[in-house]
């Protein structure tokens, strides 16, 4: 049940893109397409923007994109704007009825 | 519209235990699998445990398993979670979630628990 691994912090400039990497391991990532990715505003709860890789709940912006690549995810914000500057974690489904979490990314609208 | 409402957090003394609640509002509590997820003061998300809708299957995360106990009452619409032999590294907002197919899709408030002495 170890952590995925994503970088800590991503930035870009308003209309730009920015991809954050999401990785884990044979048996998570590489193993489900049950990949995940949440938004967090600062003292907000997480609210789902992707599941199963890269599809996308009703009301999110298709700005919001995401892939997978072996044993990493990633998430592509394209566009940004200043709403999108929150932490962002990725989630897989890891077997067994288990779940992890990635670590957090910050990400700048700078 | 999907509503979930945690309660029962506050402080208590290493080795204690506390028993958070999570009302369910906007859907049909019993068709849907469900989670606590914490996130301690300043870290990243970390999944707790999880319950089927008939409760005939539970699972943890190896740092609780036999500390944490999940349950639900599908006719009060409510999540539980029993927290014993509480540790200073259980301190943290514990976030009740509805899980959709492989995703966890709507989310609590969430409500902070802090083991200190």
């Known amino acids: 049940q170890s952590a995925l691994t994503q970088p800590p912090s991503a930035s870009g400039s308003p209309g730009q893109s920015v991809t954050i990497s999401c990785t884990g391991t044979s048996s998570d990532v590489g193993e489900h397409d049950y990949v995940s990715w949440y938004q967090q505003h600062p003292g907000k709860a997480p609210k789902l923007m992707i599941y199963e890789v890269s599809k996308r709940p009703s009301g999110v912006p298709d700005r919001f994109s995401g892939s997978k690549s072996g044993n990493t995810a990633s998430l592509t914000v394209s566009g940004l704007q200043a709403e999108d500057e929150a932490d962002y974690y990725c989630?897989?489904?890891?077997?067994?009825?288990?779940?992890?979490f990635g670590g957090g990314t910050k990400l700048t609208v700078l | 519209e999907v509503q979930l409402v945690e309660s029962g957090g506050g402080l208590v003394q290493p080795g204690g235990s506390l028993r958070l609640s999570c009302a369910a509002y906007?859907?049909?509590?019993?068709?849907?699998?469900m989670s606590w997820v914490r996130q301690a003061p300043g870290k990243g998300l970390e999944w707790v445990a999880n319950i089927k809708p008939d409760e005939s299957e539970k699972y943890y995360v190896d740092s609780v398993e036999g500390r944490f106990t999940i349950f639900r009452d599908n006719a009060k619409n409510s999540l539980y979670l029993q927290m014993n032999s509480l540790r200073v590294e259980d301190t943290a907002v514990y976030y009740c979630?509805?899980?959709?197919?492989?995703?966890?899709?709507?989310w609590g408030q969430g409500t902070l628990v802090t083991v200190s002495s």
């Open positions: 906007g859907f049909s509590f019993s068709n849907y699998w």
């Open positions: 979630t509805r899980h959709g197919d492989w995703r966890f899709e709507y």
């Open positions: 989630s897989s489904y890891a077997g067994s009825k288990n779940w992890v």
